[in-house]
């Protein structure tokens, strides 16, 4: 039986999962953490799908295009718009709790950038009730979890640019261990994290993923392009979900008057919220209006966490806001077939770049890729699995990674990292956030280039081999490092405005010099960057 | 502000001047500038993820949505092998739900109802951060009790309107399962989603009972009972 390793259990590898054991694969899912606690269950808008005359796929392709600003493939965007009624189907069919209309039929609502109402929600518990329905089904296929492992390194023979598995942390026994596979996937996540306490993802979103399909060769594609999510809880960057602007709410400023289409795509909202803070110094969300009642029902999760963490009840108070990163719409270029530069390595979800979101992603978008890109991945990489069985070829990355995390101990811990991850976290969200330019960009990459050259002077003070999430935290810290040296060189190379990318210095879209995709990858530790068509 | 967190055996006292904050920014706080060795689990800091249940002063909270006072005493969930500090070893849940089969065995897609997909809006709001399981007494007597969160699943799937494979989850259910159940209800008020795994586990003996199952706690009225009548 050919065997499929998928590295990350949320959303993505959960879907993969599913779909190459039901093809006939042996799977086993690796997570860092445990499967049900992915970033996924963060989720909350819903699942873009046209399931009635209503609506068009025509409509849903076009919108998805459009917003994709010139990096969309025409292609792959049809493929996802077109396989999404079956893809809620099939959410539908496993138990995926789906709210209802007054028909009985799965209920939708109108995300931004969308021309109809089409996200299939479950209140505003979407992706938690989509993640823990895979979780129950891939129990019930009996797929195996090795869970709290910490991917290392992909193994790869150089000689035929062919991935035979990966190494693992282990966190509980501090162990390095090596997995074999005839396919590997990559379902690890985006990048989101590197913003720290600026964005609204979980501290696990460290791209791991990409940094090690770096180290091992892989390429990655336009980096530069982060999702700032407009609607952040002020002080904690607490997401509150694009459905309250879908159900009417409204964004004010410090003099409570509306200034903006709250309905328009995400960047150009998250823009005019950045411009409107910078002239009236606060921006609110206004659902007060919606009342107790619906918001209690649609959006319980929001009065809770404004409760918590700004001491806001939405009911009866305005909700201070902030853009916030919150998707990684870069990630590891992969073919029509998910497969990326390296052999037999494959990548979906948030830290795969299928080109179906470009330079702006939909709400409501995520969810559907990783479902139908997650099916077409897993029966891919089995076809690949089963043409190609992994040969028995000695490698030295199992020894190499133990030597690593032997001698990381012996760092010398002159320079706190903790104390740098939250200087990269505020220094990013400053200069490569939602308004850059050539000389903040610039100052960022010398900032970077210096961290690096000092983490040999970082490392864990934590010196046991048990559960030691300091070693962890600053392995993660080392993945950040090497992804913002890419995704400041490609947003430095990228001299215009398109989508979530936006250049003070070079405001316009440049069709004819930047109409395609910034490729960075690193030869021999030295980084390249093209753009590719 | 005080805070005392178990570490192993040893009880260790912080000093953090933070104010209005949850007890997991002071927790971070304490591990990036104080210290790196304290160990815990966390992510989405949005009470959606689960990673994060401890017990305070004897009680189940999810860090990110607690508010700490002077004093407080935040210990490791119980029931569960501890690993280090906080963080113990989280393979009960998947252990309980493969026991209890709580999945979805065959689903229609006919249309439902909004009242009839409410009724199991609640259930599904499970992050299984595991409260439940930590409060549950039961445990001390039976380590291999299929337990509430995994037993509130079960229901969830038993009483989903589209659901029609629900017998073998129901015989999953008997032994160590929800006639264990002391119905003591300390699951309930530690639930940070509100769910109440006493009254799905209610529900599921009745089901039970309408099913053909014998309920093992009726064990008066003529009977061949072997503990029997007890006067």
Redesign the interface.
């Known amino acids: 039986m050919a065997k499929v390793l998928i590295i990350g259990s949320g959303g993505a590898g959960l879907v993969s999962a599913l779909s190459a054991h039901e093809a006939g694969a042996e799977v086993v899912v690796v997570s860092k953490?445990?499967p049900?606690?992915?970033?996924t269950?963060?989720a909350q808008g819903g699942m873009n799908a046209v399931l009635d005359g209503d609506d068009s796929i025509a409509d849903h392709i076009e919108d998805t295009l459009r917003s994709s600003a010139g990096l969309g493939d025409e292609k792959r965007i049809a493929f996802m718009c077109e396989k999404a009624p079956e893809a809620i189907?099939w959410c539908?069919?496993?138990?995926l709790?789906?709210?209802?209309?007054?028909?009985?039929?799965i209920?939708r609502r109108r995300l931004g950038g969308a021309s109809a109402p089409r996200a299939c929600y479950?209140?505003d518990?979407t992706g938690?009730?989509l993640l823990?329905?895979l979780y129950?089904?891939c129990?019930?296929a009996g797929i195996v979890?090795e869970?709290?492992r910490f991917l290392l390194n992909l193994i790869v023979d150089e000689a035929t640019n062919r991935v035979l598995g990966a190494t693992f942390l282990h966190i509980?026994t501090g162990e390095v261990e090596e997995i074999r596979a005839d396919a590997v996937i990559m379902a690890s996540g985006g990048y989101g994290a590197l913003y720290g306490k600026h964005s609204t993802n979980?501290?696990?979103a460290t791209g791991d993923g990409l940094a090690a399909a770096v180290r091992a060769g892989a390429k990655l594609a336009d980096m530069e392009f982060i999702q700032f999510h407009p609607t952040a809880l002020k002080n904690?960057s607490?997401?509150i979900s694009e459905s309250a602007r879908g159900a009417g709410g409204y964004l004010l400023n410090a003099n409570k008057e509306r200034f903006t289409d709250e309905l328009a795509p995400r960047d150009v909202v998250a823009r005019a919220i950045h411009d409107e803070m910078a002239q009236s110094g606060a921006v609110y969300l206004d659902i007060r209006h919606l009342g107790e009642n619906f918001i209690d029902h649609e959006l319980p999760?929001e009065r809770?966490?404004a409760q918590?963490?700004e001491?806001v009840d939405p009911v009866h108070e305005l909700i201070p806001i902030k853009p916030a990163a919150h998707y990684s719409m870069g990630g590891i270029e992969v073919n029509e077939t998910c497969m990326s530069s390296i052999s037999g390595l494959f990548a979906v979800g948030e830290c795969a770049n299928h080109k179906t979101h470009g330079a702006n992603r939909l709400g409501g978008n995520s969810l559907l890729e990783l479902v139908v890109y997650g099916r077409h991945c897993g029966e891919e990489a089995l076809k690949y699995a089963l043409k190609h069985p992994v040969p028995d070829t000695p490698n030295l990355q199992l020894a190499k990674d133990t030597n690593f995390v032997r001698g990381v101990m012996y760092f010398t811990n002159q320079i706190d990292f903790?104390?740098k991850q939250?200087m990269l976290a505020n220094i990013f969200y400053n200069n490569v956030g939602l308004v850059r330019d050539d000389m903040g960009l610039k100052a960022v990459l010398g900032a970077i280039r210096q961290m690096q050259k000092e983490l040999p002077f970082m490392g864990?003070?934590?010196k046991?081999k048990?559960?030691?999430?300091?070693l962890v935290e600053f392995i993660e810290f080392g993945n950040k490092i090497e992804l913002a040296e890419m995704i400041v060189v490609s947003a430095i190379s990228r001299v215009e405005s398109r989508g979530a990318h936006y250049r003070i210095d070079a405001p316009q879209r440049n069709d004819m010099m930047f109409g395609a995709h910034t490729i960075t990858w690193k030869e021999d530790g030295v980084l390249c960057a093209d753009f590719v068509k | 502000m005080e805070i005392i967190i178990q570490r192993g055996e040893v009880p260790q006292t912080y000093n953090v001047e933070l104010e209005n904050v949850t007890l997991l920014t002071l927790l971070n706080h304490i591990k990036t500038k104080i210290d790196p060795t304290l160990t815990y689990s966390h992510g989405c800091r949005s009470a959606v993820c689960g990673s994060c249940a401890v017990r305070v002063n004897g009680r189940e909270q999810l860090m990110c949505e607690y508010k700490p006072s002077d004093g407080d005493v935040v210990e490791p969930i119980r029931n569960a092998r501890v690993i280090r500090d906080l963080v113990v070893d989280g393979s009960m849940v998947e252990r309980f739900n493969r026991a209890g089969e709580a999945w979805s065995e065959k689903n229609s897609n006919e249309r439902v109802s909004a009242e009839a997909m409410e009724r199991i809006e609640t259930q599904s709001d499970c992050i299984l951060c595991a409260s439940c399981f930590s409060a549950c007494p039961v445990y001390t007597a039976n380590p291999d009790f299929i337990g509430p969160f995994a037993l509130t699943r079960v229901w969830r799937y038993v009483n989903d309107p589209r659901e029609s494979g629900i017998e073998s989850k129901m015989a999953a259910v008997q032994s160590n399962g929800i006639w264990d159940c002391t119905l003591c209800g300390a699951c309930v008020p530690v639930c940070p989603q509100g769910i109440a795994p006493k009254q799905d586990i209610t529900m599921l003996r009745t089901k039970s009972v309408m099913m053909g199952y014998p309920d093992p706690t009726m064990n008066f009225g003529g009977g061949f009972d072997l503990g029997g009548w007890d006067f």
Do not use: W
């Open positions: 953490t445990l049900t606690r992915s970033q269950s963060m189907e539908n069919r496993i138990g709790p789906f709210s209802r209309d007054e028909n009985g039929q209920a479950a209140q518990y938690l009730k823990h329905t129950d089904q129990l019930s979890f869970n709290e509980e979980s501290v696990q904690s607490i997401l999760q809770k966490l918590i963490y001491g903790y104390q939250e864990p003070r934590d046991s048990v559960c030691n999430t300091n």
